[in-house]
C-alpha cells in the first residue's frame, strides 16, 4: 500500500469515528417556559416587593404590627407559584384610589401574605 492510500484510510476512519459520536441536531419549536422559567417569576417577586413598598401598605402593616423589613425576607423565601399566585391577586385588583379596595379587601390580601409567610416558617 502506497502512503497516499494510507493517509486516505486514516482519514475516512477518523471521518467515521466523528460522524458516529457526534450527536443528531434537531430542530423544533420550544416553549418559552421551558427556556426562560425563572424570567416571569422574578418578575412576580419584584411585583410582590413592590406592592409590599406602597405607603399605605406600610401604613397597615405597621398598624397590625408588622416590623419593618420582616416581609421582604419571607417573600424571598416563598415558592415560585405562591409567588405567582400573590402576583396574580395583586394584578387583579383594580387600579386608583387606595388601590380601588376596601379596608376588608386590604386586610385580606395582606392576611394572605401573613398566612403564606406562616406557612413557610
Not at 418559552?32 to 401598605?57: C, G, H
Not at 408588622?66 to 415560585?80: A, C, I, N, W
Request: charged residues 20%.
Amino acid at each position: 500500500m502506497t502512503s497516499s492510500r494510507i493517509l486516505s484510510l486514516i482519514t475516512l476512519l477518523f471521518a467515521a469515528a466523528l460522524f458516529a459520536l457526534a450527536p443528531l441536531a434537531r430542530a423544533e419549536l420550544v416553549p418559552t417556559d421551558e427556556v426562560l422559567p425563572e424570567i416571569p417569576a422574578k418578575s412576580d417577586r419584584e411585583k410582590v416587593q413592590a406592592f409590599l413598598d406602597r405607603a399605605t401598605v406600610v401604613e397597615r402593616l405597621k398598624a397590625l404590627g408588622v416590623q419593618d423589613g420582616f416581609l421582604k425576607p419571607r417573600v424571598d423565601s416563598l415558592t415560585d407559584e405562591e409567588v405567582r399566585m400573590l402576583a396574580a391577586r395583586i394584578d387583579a385588583l383594580p387600579a386608583g384610589g387606595a388601590f380601588g379596595m376596601s379596608d376588608y379587601q386590604l386586610l385580606i390580601v395582606i392576611l394572605l401574605i401573613a398566612i403564606l409567610v406562616a406557612i413557610i416558617v
